[in-house]
């Protein structure tokens, strides 16, 4: 099964999902700091778990797109408290 290879327009689909996913975790993440009610708190968190493994799961499937590029380890470090922080690029 694994020599199945996605379809330009499916890898596609697949890269705008991966995206939009990506971008539900960071907007959870950032809402939790706003959020006083604990039960709604724990309720994100659960959200951001469970989206982090969804969203490995569509990183394991995109694999097999055609056109594949790795991707990065490194991640952005986060400005918190209007510090300036430098990004060095591997």
């Known amino acids: 099964m ?3 290879k996605l379809a330009a327009h499916e890898s596609l ?3 705008e999902a991966i995206n939009f996913k990506t971008l539900c975790i960071a907007k959870s993440k ?3 700091g706003l959020v006083f ?3 709604l708190k724990k309720l994100m968190q ?3 778990e469970q989206s982090i493994q969804a969203l490995a799961e569509l990183q394991d499937i ?3 797109a055609p056109f ?3 991707v990065p ?3 952005p470090t986060p400005i918190i408290g209007g510090e300036d922080v430098t990004y060095i690029e591997q």
Request: charged residues 40%.
């Open 2 to 4: 694994d020599s199945i």
């Open 13 to 15: 689909d697949l890269h």
């Open 30 to 32: 950032l809402m939790q």
């Open 37 to 39: 009610d604990q039960d």
């Open 46 to 48: 659960k959200d951001v």
């Open 62 to 64: 995109y694999k097999r």
């Open 68 to 70: 594949e590029t790795a």
């Open 73 to 75: 380890q490194s991640r």
